[in-house]
């Protein structure tokens, strides 16, 4: 069983930044693609960020340019650095690993940004 655990959230002023981090039980080498996603509230889930093993990265327009995706794999933890907060991006943020067979998720981490 795979589990992931986010940590990093918090309350933090707009234009602030924040580390978010995903520790994973497996090795990450072995995960194919790993994500961070927005929960926002009454909004559906959105995938904001992602990187896979070749280290190749996505991210959603309403982040480029502030959000930046990492995985170490000697760590197994993938990082999302956060920067420029905006009131907007508040919400839970939850990461996902996928694999050929399965996707795994954490429970997610809550950030707060005030205006």
């Known amino acids: 069983q795979v589990q992931l655990v986010e940590s990093g959230g918090g309350l933090v002023q707009a234009g602030g930044s924040l580390r978010l981090s995903c520790a994973v039980t497996r090795s990450t080498s072995e995960i194919d693609d790993m994500g961070w996603y927005h929960q926002a509230p009454g909004k559906q889930r959105e995938l904001v960020a992602g990187i896979n093993t070749g280290g190749n990265t996505y991210y959603a327009d309403s982040v480029k340019g502030r959000f930046t995706i990492s995985r170490d794999n000697d760590k197994n933890t993938v990082y999302l650095q956060m920067n420029s907060l905006k009131p907007e991006d508040t919400g839970v943020y939850l990461c996902?690993?996928?694999?050929?067979?399965?996707?795994?998720w954490g429970r997610g981490t809550q950030v707060t940004v005030s205006s």
């Open positions: 996902k690993g996928q694999t050929s067979r399965s996707d795994y």
